[in-house]
T-cell receptor, first 111, second 116 residues
Framework: GESVGLHLPTLSVQEGDNSIINCAYS??????FIWYKQESGKGPQFIID?????DKRQGQRVTVLLNKTVKHLSLQIAATQPGDSAVYFC??????????FGQGTELSVKP | DAGVIQSPRHEVTEMGQEVTLRCKPI?????LFWYRQTMMRGLELLIY????????DSGMPEDRFSAKMPNASFSTLKIQPSEPRDSAVYFC??????????????FGSGTQLSVL
């Protein structure tokens, strides 16, 4: 029979544009958040992290924004490149220490 | 550093057979995690160790699954007997836990398991 898989949210952007990937978390006790990038056939790769005492953190071409009021996290990628095409996961943890991953968003960059 | 090393890269087995997945964490890391990834469930945490001691195994699906960490440089995840629904990509990850935080998990390349 036909198998039904999880349909990931997708985001398609033009090369050179900025990308914004959103993530909602449910645990108000979460105090650490992290973004991962996963390319096909590879394991997740760390991008950037942020603690709950911060609202914003910047890396190279990436910025993470945290809104604790609405339990929302976003990843902004500046000047998106074809090499940025991948599935992006957010994850959060609380005092338990274990990271819980979201379902992921598939980013497709059009040349 | 070679990163987290997992073996085998691919495993194809028949239902009922025992499967053993192996992981070598990054040297100096004190936490090790086993995740399973499927299209239906995404990335699920199965179990994690801190200083070779299992801390949380609530994600282990059934008694058919077991994990060990006999020393700081080696861990195994065993499935016995295996079933078709165990087919997935199994990732091992390690991190350096500071205080209560497990930050920046580094993932291996995964083991693609197919149970026929």
């Amino acid at each position: 029979g036909e198998s039904v898989g999880l349909h990931l949210p997708t985001l398609s952007v033009q090369e050179g544009d900025n990308s914004i990937i959103n993530c909602a978390y449910s645990n108000s006790a979460s105090d650490y958040f992290i973004w991962y990038k996963q390319e096909s056939g590879k394991g997740p790769q760390f991008i950037i992290d942020i603690r709950s005492n911060m609202d914003k953190r910047q890396g190279q071409r990436v910025t993470v924004l945290l809104n604790k009021t609405v339990k929302h996290l976003s990843l902004q990628i500046a000047a998106t490149q074809p090499g940025d095409s991948a599935v992006y996961f957010c994850a959060d943890s609380n005092q338990g220490g274990k990271l819980i991953f979201g379902q992921g968003t598939e980013l497709s960059v059009k040349p | 550093d070679a990163g987290v090393i997992q073996s085998p890269r691919h495993e194809v087995t028949e239902m009922g057979q025992e499967v053993t997945l192996r992981c070598k964490p990054i040297s100096g890391h004190n936490s090790l995690f086993w995740y399973r990834q499927t299209m239906m469930r995404g990335l699920e945490l199965l179990i994690y160790f801190n200083n070779n001691v299992p801390i949380d195994d609530s994600g282990m699906p059934e008694d058919r699954f077991s994990a060990k960490m006999p020393n700081a440089s080696f861990s195994t995840l065993k499935i016995q007997p295996s079933e078709p629904r165990d087919s997935a990509v199994y990732f091992c990850a390690s991190s350096l836990a500071t205080g209560r935080y497990n930050e920046k998990l580094f993932f291996g390349s995964g083991t693609q398991l197919s149970v026929l």
